[in-house]
């Protein structure tokens, strides 16, 4: 699994991100020195999954460091301004993460009133906050692989970080038969790039299929279960995702395979209305690896994520326990099972 | 439109092939000095879609006229030779083409019997040929075209040649306000390379999207219909086309967006148990643009071909006219209506 420290990490100064546009034929990283760059490297997709909430706290710890010299008022500002900075960065979470990073902000005001030194505080809280997330990600993995038969053959999309990581680790650990197909998650290749390199990295039998392939593999059986993470679950059970899961989805959902979504109900968006779908640059579609595809002339389109409505989702796995994509309000009732 | 000339051609005594695996890039020829050559470049796709169809009858000119000094016996095992080479070099369209070639075979031989000159009596023979394919591909057009609204969005997949090349020029020549979508058909980029290129040359508004939009677009009702060709439709009603056509199908069914195949249903293949799916070279899927892009270790897997059941059909779209998937049987029975 990646270390946290190499996803995006505070460290004398600077945050250093590492660069998934070219891991892992390079492995290069950003150096951001102040919020601004952070939020410019999370829009640039220098990192993404869960990468940006690493980043995005990181440049809070940075920012808090930063502003230890200032007046209260004066230091309460800026990280203020880069709580929303690095929070919107790009929209489709933008909900999602400022619940997580609101939590650092107010830390750090806290500390501010205290006239405590709110670089160390906000380090440490930060620190703290990363630690639940992987201890959360353990217990969803753990959830996940419950339902999950001892020879397997998972099919995932895109990059789900820490929860691919930890399902994976977590098969391991049972000793189970487990394998991974990813398809390549055009046009950015997380898929092929990221995933793959994780799986492979974990000693996990991992094969990669271009986007055009998982409804065949369905078709003929070949996977075993339909993963993902979610970069959003409205509480209505939809489920938006990198681009292409819908259409994963709906061939899991025709040929009897079923779809486990890994990931907490967001609380902010009660329906499918309160999400915004990002489009990038169109550019970004007609190049593959660096090099130009499409002749000059021709137009690109490239929505970020799709949307999977809760009668395709078999059900959201959180670390609360396996949940019904029809039922999600009761989750923010519902103590952990573990 | 691609030009025969520039698709596949016999001349100055060797089948000039252009290299769509570079194109529109780079435009290069493959000039291949015997049928093998023409039966490797096939298997090696530096040609596909309707380019195979001709490579492989140009492949047979040219024979004749290399052994157009040989006793007949002779010639005729190297002219059948030469056909068994070039329609069995990709297992997935052998039957049809066996259907195409063996015209040409029997015209061969016929004139070595009459002692006519075999090469220009196979050069005739084939030109006829190719001349009736591309009516055949106009008046698919016109019927394809019919079901048509004046304004119309078409999403396809892949590089239906001649084919998608009338549906476009017909919509033009009625005045309609036609735009294209093409998944751009990874590994290969047949969409993003050669499909789009098309549209674009004539003057058609042409947008690229990643294999994993398609889903999304249909959910969105971006594209009004979903047309491709297919390299077999069973008389079953079984569609066998490029990999990603049955997903693509799925979505637009889910959608209620028409899907029309403009394809003659293969006589040769009665039941889709008649058909055998191609997988080709594993390491293909592992790059892009001819840029590596998972790690070393990393295994891909490439089936070339998916199959889309006929529930998913709205239509096959033939020279004959427009014909319910599980009703193919009766188009060997039916004439032209135009």
């Known amino acids: 699994m990646l270390k946290r420290e190499n996803v995006a990490w505070y460290q004398d100064g600077a945050v250093k991100i590492l660069d998934r546009r070219v891991y892992p034929s390079k492995v290069e990283f950003v150096v951001c020195k102040d919020y601004k760059e952070v939020a410019q490297a999370i829009a640039d997709m220098v990192t993404q999954s869960g990468g940006p909430w690493l980043a995005a706290q990181q440049a809070m710890v940075m920012t808090a460091y930063q502003v230890q010299d200032q007046s209260v008022d004066k230091a309460k500002t800026i990280l203020r301004e880069a709580a929303y900075a690095v929070t919107h960065a790009r929209p489709t979470t933008s909900e999602r993460m400022v619940a997580v990073v609101q939590k650092v902000l107010d830390n750090a005001e806290a500390a501010l009133e205290a006239k405590e030194a709110v670089g160390p505080s906000t380090e440490e809280f930060v620190l703290e906050q990363v630690e639940a997330t992987y201890q959360r990600a353990r217990i969803i993995g753990q959830n996940v692989v419950d339902l999950l038969p001892d020879k397997v053959t998972i099919l995932t999309q895109c990059f789900a970080e820490w929860l691919i990581g930890f399902t994976l680790l ?78 994963i989805a709906l061939a899991a959902h025709e040929n009897n395979i079923p779809f486990y979504v890994t990931s907490t109900p967001s609380a902010d ?50 670390e609360k326990g396996v949940f019904s994509p029809y039922d999600l309000k009761i989750y923010w009732g519902k103590k952990q099972t573990k």
């Open 269 to 318: 968006n009660p329906t499918i209305d309160t999400v915004t779908i990002e489009e990038r640059n169109p550019e970004e579609v007609l190049h593959a690896m660096g090099v130009r595809t499409a002749m000059e002339g021709v137009k690109g389109y490239y929505p970020a994520f799709d949307i999977t409505p809760p009668k395709l989702v078999s059900a959201i796995v959180t």
């Open 170 to 247: 977590v098969c391991q650990e049972r000793r189970k038969n487990v394998s991974l197909i990813c398809p390549e998650t055009r046009p950015y290749l997380q898929g092929a790039r990221l995933t793959a390199s994780v799986a492979h990295d974990m000693g996990v039998p991992v094969t990669v299929v271009t986007d055009n392939m998982p409804g065949y593999l369905l078709s003929q059986r070949i996977p075993d279960v339909f993963i993902c993470a979610a970069d959003v679950v409205t509480l209505d059970g939809h489920v938006v995702n990198k681009i292409g899961t819908y259409q």
